[in-house]
Structure formats: C-alpha cells, structure tokens
C-alpha cells in the first residue's frame, strides 16, 4: 500500500513555496462510470525549483499537471500559487493570474498556424500586458538564446519538430512566468532535439527559473531537483536528486567497454 | 584490452605509451583511462602468443623503447573478433532477485525498495547529465559512450515501472 501523506515531499526548508496543492482529486465521471485520475495528491513546488513528474501510462500525471494549471477544475482539493487560493477563482480571473505567472509547454507545441514564429512567441507577453516594444524586444533575446533567430518570420509548419520545440518553449517563457509548465517537452523528438531542449531547461532553470514537468525521460530526471513518482494517481515518492557516489569520473561506473 | 589493443597495431607499430594515448584521444574522458602497466601485460601476453612481435628502438639519451607491431596471426585473430556478433549486455538482475524474494520472506516492502532502486538510479542520471553537459567538444565516440549509458539507464527505469505496476 502507498502511503501518500508520509511521502510528500517539499521544497528545501529555506526556499519560498510558489506553487502548493492539498488534497487534489479529479474524479472523471461518463455515464454511470467514475474513474479517479487523480487521488489526493500534495504537492509543493518552491521558487525556482525544477520539478518532473514521471510515472507509467495512465498514472494521472497529465491530469495533475492541467489541474495545476488550471486547464481542468479539481474535484476537491485546493491550489495556492504564490501564495494565493487559485483554485476557487473565477475562469477569467485565474486566466489572468496564470498569463502573468505561468508558462505552458505542450507535448504538441499548440503553436498558431496562422501566425509567423515571432507573433506567437510576443503574444503570451501582449496579453499579459506588456507594450509591443517589450514584447518583441523579449522575443528578440529568446530566439536568439534558442538559436531560432533567422525563423522568426517562418510560419511554424515550415519548422523542424525540435525548432517547433524551441519556439514552444520561448513562448512560454515570453511573459517571464515565475513557473513553467511542460507536458513531455522532449516526446517525440529526435535525440539531437531532444538534447538542444534540455540543455536550454538546464539554462534556464540555473538562471532562476522554477519549472515543473510531467516527462517519460529519464534524462529529465537527471536535470531535476527533485523528483516525484506518481502511480495511480497517487504519490509514490517524492524525492530530491542526489548525485550517486561515483567510482571514477568515467563512463565506467555504467557501462564497461570490454575486448 | 587485447582487441583493442590490436586493432590500434593494425593500423600501424606503436610502442605502448602510444597506445594509452590513443585510447585516451579516441574515447574521451568519457572512458576509463587505461592503466600503462596492464597495457605493458597485455602486450607481454599477445608477444607469448603470437600475436604481436616487438623489437627495442633505441632513443638519444633516453631508455630504448619497445615497438609493438601486428602479426599475420594477430591480423586473423583480430579479423575473426571484428566480424563475430557479441552477446548482449546482461541485464543487472540483483536487484530484480531482492525485489521478487525479499518480500517473500517479508524483509521488505516492494514500493520502498523500488523507490530506493529508483532514487539511486535518479542519482546516476545525474551524473551522467553532467558528464554530457562538459562534452560539446568531445569526440563523437565519447559522446556516444555517454548516450549508451544513458539510454542502459532509461532502460533500468522502465523495468522498474514494470515491476511497480505488475507486482506491487
């Protein structure tokens, strides 16, 4: 049996909490069936701490990471960010609240077809209410920390898959969130890709950025500061990631080349 | 180490300090350092069997030097070892042993070990992560190396989801 109270666990005891659930339920009712994504799930997350979420197939973790981002109503249980209760809020209000301080990432980017590379990325800034010389000038700096200068007047379908990545993940960032949200930010991605998005959420995390995210990758797990297992929609453990102790400074420790 | 240590001959004579360096350039810090000595053994043994002959080069002021060079029958040793498919790695089962026994006897829960087998793995992620993030300049082969452990790794992780999810 998971004992899912004794194992929650937390930011380091001097770090400011952003991001706090208690008690989350979702329960999912069609016809006469309910099936409980999520079980009554603690969470904190502190300022700048990076977070993954892993977990099996059906272990609630996308659910729990809408729930947080106030993409799906909880059935019981509350949110706090930055302090304030979010979960009780009105649509609008928590829509406004999630534009200034929450970034989204999406597993399927979600990147406006209509829209050249830099209208999409400038967008998240505009509706949180900065001047479109803030804006673009933030734009500016993100595509060219990402190396997706010269696409900014590409429409997104002409980008490769990782590029679509990068563009995702400066959008998100454009608003400056004190949080970032990432759904599998690395599915599907040719490795190449895949290591050019973590190196940027290791960038970008060692710059202050608190992150949380629901991945499959292990590599992710390798960046986090902490890691939290989710298993029926339950927290099986919750752990911070400890350097293991090393033998040498080689690749020796896992695997021995031998002739 | 002897194949590798012949195939570096079959390119061309080296004595054997020339071999650690090669080693050393072809795969990175990612890789062990091979230890001189065992390379001075293990060329010993190839010369006994056969494999590789030697002769003493002299040097200006300085000890003479022993070249190592391919022979026809180290050519065909080292020709068979290329083209001959290796097993596949094994897989760690120790871990797997105490999971499935331990329980058994009740010495331990399965959700603890599983989280303690995963938070260690987490561990080595890590370290590995910050191996890779050192490596933009590597070679390709110490790169790669990296990569393999790291997909190994993965592979542990995932085994171990399937253990959680089919015994606890």
């Known amino acids: 049996m998971i004992d899912l109270l004794a194992s929650g666990g937390r930011p380091p005891d001097d770090t400011p909490v952003l991001l706090r659930a208690k008690g989350l339920v979702k329960v999912y009712r069609s016809g006469g069936l309910s099936v409980e994504a999520v079980r009554g799930v603690n969470i904190e997350v502190g300022i700048g701490e990076f977070v993954a979420i892993m977990g099996p197939s059906g272990s609630g973790k996308s659910t729990l990471l809408h729930l947080l981002g106030g993409l799906e109503r909880a059935t019981y249980g509350e949110i706090w960010l930055r302090g304030q209760r979010v979960d009780r809020l009105s649509e609008s209000a928590w829509a406004v609240l999630r534009r200034r301080h929450v970034g989204f990432m999406f597993q399927f980017f979600n990147l406006l077809s209509t829209m050249t590379v830099a209208d999409n990325v400038e967008l998240p800034a505009l509706l949180a209410g900065a001047t479109p010389r803030q804006a673009r000038r933030r734009r500016e700096v993100l595509l060219a920390e990402l190396g997706i200068t010269a696409k900014a007047n590409a429409a997104p379908y002409r980008l490769s898959g990782g590029e679509q990545q990068r563009v995702a993940l400066a959008r998100a960032l454009a608003n400056e969130p004190g949080l970032l949200l990432a759904d599998e930010p690395t599915g599907n991605l040719d490795s190449a890709s895949a290591r050019d998005v973590l190196r940027l959420l290791r960038r970008t995390h060692e710059a202050g950025q608190a992150i949380l995210m629901v991945t499959h990758d292990a590599k992710v797990a390798g960046l986090a500061d902490r890691v939290i297992s989710l298993f029926d929609g339950m927290v099986a453990d919750d752990a911070r990631v400890i350097p293991a102790p090393r033998r040498s400074a080689a690749v020796g420790d896992f695997l021995e080349l031998r002739g | ?168």
């Open chain 2, 1 to 168: 180490m002897r194949q590798p240590l012949l195939a570096l001959l079959a390119k061309e004579p080296a004595h054997g300090y020339e071999l650690k360096l090669a080693l050393e350039q072809t795969f990175g810090e990612a890789y062990p350092s091979p230890n001189i000595g065992q390379i001075y053994v293990t060329l010993k043994r190839l010369e006994t069997d056969g494999l590789v002959s030697s002769q003493d080069v002299e040097q200006d002021s300085r000890p003479n030097k022993r070249v190592y060079e391919l022979t026809a029958l180290g050519r065909e040793a080292l020709t068979a070892w290329v083209h001959e498919p290796i097993e596949g790695p094994r897989v760690r089962d120790e871990f797997f042993m105490k999971l499935v026994l331990a329980p058994m006897a009740g010495l331990a829960d399965r959700m603890e070990l599983i989280n303690a087998q995963r938070r260690h793995y987490f561990g080595m992620m890590r370290n590995l992560m910050d191996m890779q993030a050192g490596m933009d300049a590597a070679t390709p082969a110490a790169r790669l190396l990296i990569e393999g452990a790291v997909l190994h790794l993965q592979a542990d992780l995932d085994w171990l989801e399937r253990c959680q999810e089919e015994l606890v």
